[in-house]
């Protein structure tokens, strides 16, 4: 079947059997190399993408499904104002990832980011833990995401005036 859909901006139109899963169809057909996973079921996180705006596991998502979405992986985060806020304050903690899980914890961020208003720490606190991935605590993980947060909101220097 014919499917069109926005990738990153772009649009495209592939030819995918229906049920074959939105993972592969990036990766195979639309040479998305940022996407990982370790399950298949949606349980490690690490193949996130954002479809329609929201987090999305795609290696549950079946190809027909895309049909008429937006989509945006690591690739096209990568050209916003978010991003450099993002690596900015991932470099102010002096933290890495693997590059099995950065995909899906930039696009997380990203997604907080762009949220109208100022999450409140239990909603930061359960879109964060969607990835299932040990080479970064938790800990860190948050302090990133408020820490791009700030920035965000133009608190540059988070430890000023303290």
């Known amino acids: 079947m014919t499917i069109n859909f926005i990738l990153n901006g772009e649009d495209i ?4 059997h229906a049920q074959e899963k939105a993972l592969i169809v990036l990766k195979q057909f639309c ?5 990982h996973t370790d399950c298949t079921s949606g349980n490690c996180g690490k193949c996130i993408i ?7 596991n795609s290696c549950l998502i079946p190809a027909f499904k895309l049909r008429g979405t937006e989509i945006i992986t690591l690739e096209g985060i990568k050209q916003t ?21 950065e995909s899906s914890r930039i696009l ?11 999450p409140e720490t239990h909603l930061i606190d359960s879109i964060l833990s969607s990835i299932h991935c040990k080479c970064l605590s938790d800990t860190v993980f948050r302090e990133i995401a408020y820490t ?13 005036n303290r």
């Open 108 to 118: 997380l961020l990203s997604y907080i980011l762009d949220m109208p208003i100022r």
């Open 50 to 56: 954002l479809l329609n705006g929201y987090p999305s």
């Open 31 to 35: 040479g998305i190399a940022s996407l």
């Open 81 to 101: 104002s978010n991003y450099a806020l993002i690596t900015d304050s991932i470099l102010e903690h002096h933290a890495s990832w693997c590059i099995f899980c």
């Open 148 to 160: 791009a947060l700030e920035k965000k909101e133009g608190r540059i220097n988070r430890y000023a």
């Open 13 to 16: 139109s592939i030819s995918a």
